[in-house]
């Protein structure tokens, strides 16, 4: 007869399991405490484990997925036509083209100045006075764009050619002289000069102008031209 076996007995000799190593993960304030303390100990790497990343919520609808990516587009969009520069027109090219297309006999800066003051006031058309303006007149203002300069002279002279043609002109003083050195190493004459514009109505109007010269045997040319409040 064999002999009878005790379960209870047997249960206890058996070897236990080994126990399974869990790594549990960490928070995002855990890691970040962890990797300070890393650096604490100067230890050569950091002890970063891993973090619990945020529960996922519900999976957008297509009219949700549609909306985010049309509005991604157009924030694009938007940012590329701001950085993109504005072109120059063809209307603002050819009239930078003009520069110093019209020559001057005058003897003087002040007989040059009142040519083309009463040339420009005839008609007050922007071609007159571009024509005798140095390219310096278009930077001047580097912030102003060639085709909002344009603009500004074109709507400046329409406000002036309401109240007619230039009947009189008077400079006030001997205008300054002085000299600036351009970007190529050159120095060219430069001249500074006020006065008052009177119009066929009447109206009177104050006159500053800087003139620049690049070389004795070249014309001079207009660099700025104010005249308040049609051109500031």
Known sequence: MPAPVHYSTYQQQQ?????????????????????????DRKAKRLDLGQFNPLPKGR????????????????LGLAVWIQARPEPVSAHASYFES??????????????FAEEAIRTIGREWRAEALFARVHPLFWQQTP?????????????????LAAHGPVVGLTIFGAPSVGTLERGNGKVAMTSRLAGQVELADGTVIRLAATLVQDDR???WGIAQLSLPPFLP
């Open 59 to 74: 999976l957008l609808t297509r009219g949700e997925k549609t909306l985010s990516v049309t509005f991604v587009a157009a």
């Open 143 to 159: 912030d102003l764009h060639p085709n909002a300069l344009t603009r500004r002279v074109e709507a400046a002279f329409a406000g």
């Open 15 to 39: 070897p236990k399991p080994r126990p399974i190593r869990v790594r549990y993960k960490r928070s995002l304030e855990e890691v970040l405490k962890l990797a300070l303390d890393s650096v």
């Open 217 to 219: 045997s070249k014309p």
């Open 98 to 111: 003009l520069a110093l297309s019209t020559g001057s006999e005058a003897p003087s800066v002040q007989a």
